[in-house]
Nanobody, 124 residues
């Protein structure tokens, strides 16, 4: 069982930066591949970024490539999402998720555990 708690969301102007954190409970965090998803008002939840258990492989949706960086610190049981050059279209609730798989997934289905989400609002 893994419990996930996101933090770091807030209100920022376009062009600004935020760093999201996702604290995981349990001693098996390093066995999970991890992902960030987001859901804007009136839209489906969508994939943002994912990272392998070791941190050696990362994946991003095209709209955030070059602006967002996913990373993890297994010693601290924490997942991060550094978001730079934020745009109003990045406004959404951001969720972290854990998948008990070696393969890194970019779809929601394989993710077993989800956090409660943190709001990111980017003003123009």
């Amino acid at each position: 069982q893994v419990q996930l708690v996101e933090s770091g969301g807030g209100l920022v102007q376009a062009g600004g930066s935020l760093r999201l954190s996702c604290a995981a409970s349990g001693r098996t965090f390093s066995r999970y591949s991890m992902g960030w998803f987001r859901q804007a008002p009136g839209k489906e939840r969508e994939f943002v970024a994912a990272i392998s258990w070791s941190g050696g492989s990362t994946y991003y949706t095209d709209s955030v490539k070059g602006r967002f960086t996913i990373s993890r610190d297994n010693a601290k049981n924490t997942l991060y999402l550094q978001m730079n050059s934020l745009k109003p279209e990045d406004t959404a609730v951001y969720y972290c998720a854990a998948a008990n798989t070696i393969v890194v997934h970019t779809t929601m289905g394989p993710y077993n555990y989800w956090g409660q989400g943190t709001q990111v609002t980017v003003s123009s």
